[in-house]
């Protein structure tokens, strides 16, 4: 999940780069990165009341 997450961060970074920024498609990144994000945190609280 990290490492989609970091593939995510990096496609913005090249959409925000351009001179002609599609706004939806950056939308849609950062909807995408938010849940992974999400995810992570979820699982990571999962993991850590595991013990």
Do not use: G, W
């Not at 990144?29 to 850590?48: D, F, G, P, S, V």
């Amino acid at each position: 999940m990290k490492a989609k997450h970091r593939s995510l961060e990096l496609a913005l970074r090249s959409l925000v780069s351009r001179p002609h920024v599609n706004d939806y498609e950056i939308q849609e990144l950062k909807k995408q990165k938010l849940q992974i994000k999400e995810a992570i945190h979820r699982t990571n609280k999962e993991a850590q009341t595991a013990y």
